[in-house]
């Protein structure tokens, strides 16, 4: 079982930054790809899309095309945390952000993930 918990959301204008942070408390962090996912508009049909993720000893990072360029994920497995930094933030980032374990490695896909955080809010003005 590997318990996540994000943070750093908050509301910020277009063109800002924010740095989502993603901890565990398990030893086997470092055994874990992580991967992060965005939902927009909860309960209104929208699906969770991939946004990044990362192998477990950092050697692979995937991004979606929306984010290429804007978005960067790195991890420390000492510190057992995935961070994600996010520049030039648009409106259409306006999202709740998880983070997801997967023991199969760095997916695109949620239903490879085996466990989530609660996510964290990520509103972005125009």
């Known amino acids: 079982q590997v318990q996540l918990v994000e943070s750093g959301g908050g509301s910020v204008q277009a063109g800002g930054s924010l740095r989502l942070s993603c901890a565990a408390s398990?030893?086997?962090?470092?055994?874990?790809?992580l991967g992060w996912f965005r939902q927009a508009r909860q309960g209104q049909g929208k699906e969770r899309e991939f946004?990044?993720?990362?192998?477990?000893?950092?050697?692979?990072?995937k991004y979606a095309d929306t984010v290429k360029g804007r978005f960067t994920l790195s991890r420390d497995n000492a510190k057992k945390t995935a961070i994600l930094q996010m520049n030039n933030l648009k409106p259409e980032d306006t999202a709740v952000y998880y983070c997801?374990?997967?023991?199969?490695?760095?997916?695109?896909?949620?239903?490879?993930?085996?466990?989530w955080g609660q996510g964290t809010q990520v509103t972005v003005s125009s």
């Open positions: 997801g374990a997967s023991s199969i490695g760095p997916r695109e896909n949620r239903w490879d993930y085996s466990y």
């Open positions: 398990e030893s086997t962090f470092n055994t874990y790809s």
């Open positions: 946004v990044a993720s990362i192998s477990w000893s950092g050697g692979t990072i």
